[in-house]
């Protein structure tokens, strides 16, 4: 990814790749997997799977993976920061921890579009399970939201939204676990 030029798209053959990737500044990257059950990009519990904190926009796409064994403070699978709002497609985000977020955390104006996702068995010590909000307003089209948890008395074992106003579109928030609402937990 660091040596792209702008606009490439990037083809990965199925297999299991223990990285954490760090999106670089250079725009409209599209890094395309072979299928969400072939590839996977493994964590290595060494930090957030997948980083986008350059300004990012749709015309940046990631699909086709499966993201798995992340571990950080924040977005343990997928951390979106800095008004980055890639495009996220075909993806499966499992078995990845954090204190929030624990499959993705999205703050400062970061307004990911996710279609076609599966978002389930993460973790956060703290709050959204699946997914944590602040201050962003991702779009999810076609996302499932399973068997995610958040233990912490705020919870939000599928998500977490604060100062957030995502936009859903059939989606399922199914079998998630909190200590304090399972599904989501929405805060001004």
Known sequence: LNFADPFTEIFVTPGVFTENITWPATGGIQLIGS???????????????????NEEDTTTVLTGFTI???SAADGGGIYCTNNSSPKL???IIIGNTADYGGGIYCNNNSNPFLSEIIITNNLASDDGGGIYLFNSDPMFYRVTFSDNSAPNVAGGGALYCKK????????????????????????E
Do not use: W, Y
């Not at 299928?35 to 904190?53: L, Y």
């Not at 957030?164 to 805060?187: K, Q, S």
């Open 89 to 91: 497609t075909n993806v």
């Open 68 to 70: 798995q064994n992340g």
């Open 35 to 53: 299928g969400q059950d072939t590839t996977i990009i493994d964590g290595n519990q060494a930090g957030s799977v997948v980083t986008f904190e």
């Open 164 to 187: 957030a106003e995502p936009i859903f579109l059939n989606t399922t928030i199914a079998n998630n676990t909190a200590g304090f609402m399972g599904g989501a937990v929405r805060l």
